[in-house]
Nanobody, 123 residues
Framework: QVQLVESGGGLVQAGGSLRLSCAAS????????MGWFRQAPGLEREYVAAISWSGGSTYYADSVKGRFTISRDNAKNTVYLQMNSLKPEDTGVYYC????????????????WGQGTQVTVSS
């Protein structure tokens, strides 16, 4: 079992940057695949990025490639999402998620979810 708490959301102008953090409880964080999702009002949840337990492999949605970077610090039980060159269409609630390894990074199946943090990008 793991609990996830996101932080770092806020209001930013288009072209700006934000860094989201997701702090995880539990001693097995370093074994989990971690992912970020987002959901805009009226739209389905979108899979944004993922990182393997070691940090050696990453996945990005086409919509964020080249702008977002996912990373993790297993010593701090934390995963990050650095978001640069933000666009109004990046607006939404961003969720952190965790799962046991075994599935390919592009899989959207996750076992544990945070409560989300709001990101709003103004034009």
């Amino acid at each position: 079992q793991v609990q996830l708490v996101e932080s770092g959301g806020g209001l930013v102008q288009a072209g700006g940057s934000l860094r989201l953090s997701c702090a995880a409880s539990g001693r097995t964080f370093s074994t989990y695949t971690m992912g970020w999702f987002r959901q805009a009002p009226g739209l389905e949840r979108e899979y944004v990025a993922a990182i393997s337990w070691s940090g050696g492999s990453t996945y990005y949605a086409d919509s964020v490639k080249g702008r977002f970077t996912i990373s993790r610090d297993n010593a701090k039980n934390t995963v990050y999402l650095q978001m640069n060159s933000l666009k109004p269409e990046d607006t939404g609630v961003y969720y952190c998620a965790a799962r046991n390894p075994g599935l390919r990074l592009a899989s959207v199946k996750y076992d544990y979810w945070g409560q989300g943090t709001q990101v709003t990008v103004s034009s």
